[in-house]
């Protein structure tokens, strides 16, 4: 299986680690006729305002959401949650989401880097007891439409969401030092 990482900003590197310590075939995505390429596709965190300006920038944007429209699976992660997202409160006046993940999410819902946290989370489906939540200026969900069926939550908020192929976390997995939701995202796509 090929699996992309979304390389235009933010923490694509950790993602990229973790796919190929699981034996993926990973591909940085940064061009259309890369992303035509892949099976798979992950939004890295980052900052989500200079993502969704370089997704214009590098001609992503329309057949990105046209791939994941078609069904392409992706996960999401912090920022790649906000590209993903159909609403976006206290984004920029300009930031335009993909639209495709029937939620609504608020950027930086959880405060600056300084509010920073780790929560141990249970993950429904995941084996092995739970799995060490890193959050980073988090965004929150504020809105989950009905299609969308929430995999885990931290303190009543939904944290790690999946409609159909979509996934995506206000959290990082990718550097927790736990290949289990990865893990479980790739083994889901390869059925």
Known sequence: ???????????????????????????????????????????????????NRLLDTSGLREPLGAAIGDGLPVLGTCAGLILLAAEVLDGRPDQQP????????????YGRQRDSFEADLGVTGLPG?????????????????????????????????RQGPIWASTFHPEIAGDLRIHQMFLREVAA
């Not at 993909?98 to 819902?109: E, F, H, I, Q």
């Not at 959050?135 to 885990?152: K, T």
């Open 1 to 51: 299986m090929k699996a992309g990482v979304l390389a235009l900003q933010g923490a694509f590197r950790e993602h990229r680690e973790v796919l190929d310590a699981l034996g993926a075939d990973a591909v940085e995505v940064r061009t259309p006729a890369q992303l035509a390429a892949i099976d798979a596709l992950l939004l890295p965190g980052g900052e989500s305002t200079t993502m």
């Open 98 to 109: 993909l639209g495709v993940l029937d939620c609504t999410v608020r950027r930086n819902a």
């Open 129 to 161: 007891g739970t799995f060490p939540g890193v959050f980073i200026r988090a965004p929150a969900i504020e809105r989950i439409g009905s299609g969308v069926e929430v995999l885990a939550d931290h303190d009543g908020r939904a944290v790690l969401v």
